[in-house]
């Protein structure tokens, strides 16, 4: 079962930065890729990132493009996200996502992590 477990989450004011980290672990993990969503109050879960496990291409929503950058440590079996420019906006909870090569999407999400840009 594979386990993640997201932090780095916090209080920002409006055009700080903040980093978020995820780290898998569990038997076998078989990475294809690594993403990052998050869920603001009363709105639908939405797609912030994504990274390849091989190669590491990268695939940004519009809304971040430009202040937000992805990565990942293939040895740590981490990825990390790091948010610059921070805007009220960006209020949200964060979760860290996997997909292996056993499943064709995100099948293991992590609990979330709370960001909170003040204005």
């Known amino acids: 079962q594979v386990q993640l477990v997201e932090s780095g989450g916090g209080l920002v004011q409006s055009g700080g930065s903040l980093r978020l980290s995820c780290a898998a672990s569990?038997?076998?993990?078989?990475?294809?890729?690594m993403g990052w969503f998050r869920q603001a109050p009363g709105k639908e879960r939405e797609f912030v990132s994504s990274?390849?496990?091989?190669?590491?291409?990268?695939v940004y929503s519009d809304s971040v493009k430009g202040r937000f950058t992805i990565s990942r440590a293939i040895r740590k079996n981490t990825v990390s996200l790091q948010m610059h420019s921070l805007k009220p906006e960006d209020t949200a909870d964060y979760y860290c996502?996997?997909?292996?090569?056993?499943?064709?999407?995100?099948?293991?999400w992590g609990q979330g992590t709370q960001v909170i840009v003040s204005a």
């Open positions: 569990g038997r076998p993990l078989s990475i294809v890729a």
């Open positions: 990274i390849r496990w091989s190669g590491g291409s990268t």
């Open positions: 996502a996997l997909q292996s090569v056993a499943a064709s999407n995100y099948a293991s």
